[in-house]
């Protein structure tokens, strides 16, 4: 049974930080590229962080130089490193894995961020 559990979410006021976990069970977590999405209320689930096939990241341009996604393949677990947090990042933050080779997608089921102005 595959798991993408996220945790660290919470209210935090602006310019404060959050560190975001996702730990999985069921995938082959170094064979898996992982990412981090958002998704806030009336908008569409956009890209946050993601590791690309050979291993780099990608970041959207709203959180460059603020986030910092990272992986730990030992623990099975993909982070997301949030400062300077603004209002604009509240959203439902949600963990991702895709496997290149069976093309297979797995959503965690998401953790609230709020930060307050």
């Known amino acids: 049974q595959v798991q993408l559990v996220e945790s660290g979410g919470g209210l935090v006021q602006t310019g404060g930080s959050l560190r975001l976990s996702c730990t999985t069970s069921?995938?082959?977590?170094?064979?898996?590229?992982m990412g981090w999405y958002r998704q806030a209320p009336g908008n569409q689930r956009e890209l946050v962080a993601v590791?690309?096939?050979?291993?780099?990241?990608n970041y959207a341009d709203s959180v460059k130089g603020r986030f910092t996604v990272s992986r730990d393949n030992a623990k099975n677990t993909v982070y997301l490193q949030m400062n300077s947090l603004k209002p604009d990042d509240t959203a439902v933050y949600y963990c991702?894995?895709?496997?290149?080779?069976?093309?297979?997608?797995?959503w965690g089921q998401g953790t609230q961020v709020t930060v307050s102005s």
């Open positions: 991702r894995s895709w496997n290149p080779i069976t093309r297979t997608i797995y």
């Open positions: 069921g995938i082959i977590f170094s064979m898996n590229v």
């Open positions: 590791f690309t096939r050979d291993g780099s990241t």
